[in-house]
């Protein structure tokens, strides 16, 4: 059994990082969504409203569960068994980020390996802070975020009625 990690903070989980998690968990049998826990990042939703954001948005997938972490990566991905960690790039600006910390995880763990998946280009430009701005702005966000997200993002930023 193949067990393999997407990790991120997902402050918001997106119709972007869904894709990814959709496509890794049609590859893999068994997929974890890492919700990293670093407060010294100020999220704009605590842990455990992304930890239940993530978990709606993975309701119907069997092989998908959804643990929270804190730390470096490559240890939560060895403290479950994880032997794959995957990852997800929306344009060539992530690359080189993504890159370097490829090269960092492969020096401390040589035993993970990278699995890189493009998103799905209608999502290629969703970013979590881009959508936190739209929604601080009132505006819409239709076919970006799962509509649970949206609500949670408006309770955050009320304003009269997004303009969709």
């Known amino acids: 059994m193949t067990i393999a990690v997407y990790p991120g903070t997902f402050d918001p989980i997106t119709n972007g990082h869904i894709d990814v998690i959709n496509?890794?968990?049609?590859?893999?049998?068994?997929?974890?969504?890492?919700v990293y826990d670093r407060p010294d990042e100020q999220p704009l939703f605590s842990?455990?409203?992304?930890?239940?954001?993530?978990?709606?948005?993975?309701?119907?997938?069997?092989?998908?569960?959804?643990?929270?972490?804190?730390?470096?990566?490559?240890d939560f991905v060895r403290e479950v068994k994880g032997t794959v960690m995957i990852r997800g790039f929306r344009a060539s600006s992530d690359f080189e980020q993504e890159f370097a910390m490829a090269l960092m995880n492969k020096k401390l763990a040589p035993d993970i390996e990278l699995v890189c998946l493009i998103t799905s280009t209608e999502y290629q430009f969703?970013?979590?802070?881009?959508?936190?701005?739209?929604?601080?702005?009132?505006?819409?966000?239709?076919?970006?975020?799962?509509?649970?997200?949206?609500i949670a993002l408006k309770r955050k930023f009320p304003k009269d009625e997004a303009r969709c």
């Open 47 to 74: 842990l455990t409203e992304r930890m239940d954001m993530v978990n709606k948005a993975v309701a119907d997938l069997p092989n998908v569960c959804v643990k929270s972490y804190a730390g470096l990566t490559v």
């Open 126 to 150: 969703l970013h979590s802070s881009l959508i936190k701005e739209v929604a601080e702005l009132g505006g819409c966000l239709k076919d970006m975020v799962p509509d649970h997200v949206a």
């Open 23 to 34: 496509r890794a968990s049609a590859i893999f049998d068994r997929l974890i969504v890492g």
